[in-house]
């Protein structure tokens, strides 16, 4: 059974920064999505599994603030959020799939738990 297990979501004003962590009990492609209240899941960013770190994807919405790596050693992907806005508040689901990187969550077949990240005003 795959785990993932999420860390680093919180409140923090506008323009601040956030780290998110997911470790994961394995390799895979994996992926971040974002769900805001009333909103549906949405595409934040994806990373392949590449020994050499793994090709990346964004969401045009955070692409030039927010960045994906992923530290294979430790089975672990991260999610740099810098200049964080009101509009990035939303929980923040990681996403592991087997193989090929995708940006579409129903190619997804192991989720994290959420953790809510909040930015005010």
């Known amino acids: 059974q795959v785990q993932l297990v999420e860390s680093g979501g919180g409140l923090v004003q506008a323009g601040a920064s956030l780290r998110l962590s997911c470790a994961a009990s394995?390799?895979?492609?994996m992926g971040w999505f974002r769900q805001a209240p009333g909103k549906e899941r949405e595409f934040v960013a994806a990373?392949?599994?590449?020994?050499?770190?793994?090709?990346?994807y964004y969401a045009d919405s955070v692409k030039g603030r927010f960045t994906i790596s992923r530290d294979n050693a430790k089975n672990t992907v991260y999610l740099q959020m810098n200049s964080l806005k009101p509009e990035d508040t939303a929980v923040y689901y990681c996403?592991?799939?087997?193989?090929?990187?995708?940006?579409?969550?129903?190619?997804?077949?192991?989720w994290g738990q959420g953790t809510q990240v909040t930015v005010s005003s």
């Open positions: 394995g390799r895979y492609a």
């Open positions: 990373i392949g599994i590449g020994w050499s770190g793994g090709t990346t």
């Open positions: 996403a592991a799939r087997r193989l090929h990187v995708s940006d579409s969550s129903d190619e997804y077949d192991y």
